[in-house]
């Protein structure tokens, strides 16, 4: 009989692993928050505040990336390649699985790859942050980001539209992120278990 996961056996033995070293937690049995979605959909923003509201630790993937290469994300794409950012981000998310009590903002594309959706404590709430690419867009347009530096309106649209599907079919949770940050948070922290 295959049981619906997390039952409550294995919230029992998961509370009796020892406690990882990194996020602050008053219990082992709570998973992490990763926030998922595309570029400019709020990630960042909604993370910081979630994290306040539930006295968690925010972490930002992307900084997380940087720290590990010793290098910004737009000299990783230069020098290495994106094969070896999506190996470093993939490493990354993989050691997320040693952390409790936190909101993790992804990068645009970490849970397009299956192998990082793979990677989460089946206890990790993976919740998608959707807003519309019109929306996404006007936040990012003048930033330094490397695909938004090299390609148009119009390709960046039809990478949204590619990775829409797969953020719906990350996430445990989709919150509309069209509106006010702080709405977006209170609405995921009082969906939470």
């Known amino acids: 009989m295959v049981l619906p996961f997390p039952t409550m056996l294995s919230r029992k033995l998961f509370r009796k692993l020892p406690k990882p070293s990194g996020c602050s937690s008053?219990?082992?049995?709570?998973?992490?928050?990763?926030?998922?979605?595309?570029?400019?959909?709020?990630?960042?923003?909604?993370g910081k505040i979630l994290s306040r509201m539930l006295s968690w630790e925010y972490l930002d993937l992307d900084e997380m990336i940087e720290d590990e290469a010793g290098?910004?994300?737009p000299v990783i794409f230069s020098e290495d390649g994106e094969?070896?950012?999506?190996?470093?981000?993939?490493?990354?998310?993989?050691?997320?699985?040693?952390?409790?009590?936190?909101?993790?903002?992804?990068?645009?594309?970490?849970?397009?790859?299956?192998?990082?959706?793979?990677?989460?404590?089946p206890l990790d709430t993976v919740v998608f942050?959707?807003?519309?690419?019109?929306?996404?867009?006007s936040r990012i347009k003048n930033s330094n980001r490397p695909l938004v530096c090299k390609h148009t309106k119009e390709e960046l649209e039809t990478l949204f539209n590619q990775r829409y599907n797969s953020y719906l079919e990350a996430a445990q949770m989709t919150v509309d992120a069209?509106?006010?940050?702080?709405?977006?948070?209170?609405?995921?922290?009082?969906?939470?278990?």
Do not use: W
Not at 33 to 46: A, P, Q
């Open 83 to 121: 094969q070896a950012f999506r190996d470093l981000e993939h490493e990354v998310v993989s050691s997320l699985a040693k952390r409790i009590r936190c909101v993790v903002s992804a990068g645009g594309g970490t849970m397009v790859y299956e192998r990082n959706r793979k990677a989460l404590s």
């Open 129 to 137: 942050l959707d807003a519309d690419f019109e929306s996404c867009y």
């Open 178 to 193: 069209r509106f006010q940050p702080q709405t977006a948070a209170e609405e995921i922290a009082g969906r939470l278990p």
């Open 71 to 73: 290098k910004p994300i």
């Open 26 to 46: 008053e219990a082992n049995n709570m998973q992490n928050i990763i926030l998922c979605g595309f570029m400019g959909c709020g990630k960042t923003t909604v």
